[in-house]
């Protein structure tokens, strides 16, 4: 009877000896893993915040490039009205835009001549020469290039050169020469913010209503 009574005793202190241990056990590993995740939650976190703003200043650093590079103008007319026509059609597509005023200088088209004689009495002849061999031609009379001869002009510079190599191919001795002229033309100038509106829908819809309407 003694030995069950002992054997009772020490199994209720082996079990009270059990549950302290183990407790204890949960316990320092319970606020552990509370401390560890908030931190585990804080970096992904931080994380996520790190790759939007990395995001955001890419989208700024290259917003700036992409608007100074993409200037246009619209027009090209010989008068000033139509561009203004024009700056108000865009108006009302919210595209902003200016009137500007720009001359430069353009080949209106191409020459192709024998070079001056000394006298009017050879330029004759050397047209009499010519046109036996199947060139008609034209004499000048005037200015820089006073008995010259004149044989053709082109719009073309192709067209200009292909006479130049018959001329050649003939041995008769000739030249080419571009006559320019200094054109005056309106053109609207569109602000950077409204650039991304012009798309090749408006174009389209502007080349048909606006002829000769050209881009730069």
Known sequence: MRKVFL???LANIGFLLWTLLYGNLNESAQPEEEINMPVVQLQNSAGIVLVRERQLVAKQA?????????????????EESRALALRQRLLTLNIAGSVIHK???????????????????????????LERRGFSS??????????????????????????????????????????????????????QDSVRLLDEIVLDSLKKDFVSLRFE
């Open 138 to 191: 034209s004499v000048i009379q005037d200015g820089e290039m006073k008995y010259a001869l004149e044989v053709a002009r082109y719009v073309n510079e192709q067209a200009a050169s292909n006479m130049l190599e018959r001329l050649s191919q003939s041995r008769i001795d000739s030249d080419l020469q571009a006559v320019e002229d200094i054109e005056q033309a309106y053109w609207v100038e569109i602000e």
């Open 62 to 78: 290259e917003t700036p490039t992409n608007k100074a590079s993409s200037q246009k103008l619209l027009g090209g007319f010989s």
């Open 103 to 129: 001359s430069q200088t353009v080949i209106k088209e191409y020459i192709v001549y024998v070079p001056p004689l000394p006298s009017l009495r050879l330029a004759l002849r050397k047209q009499d020469e």
């Open 7 to 9: 054997l009772i005793i």
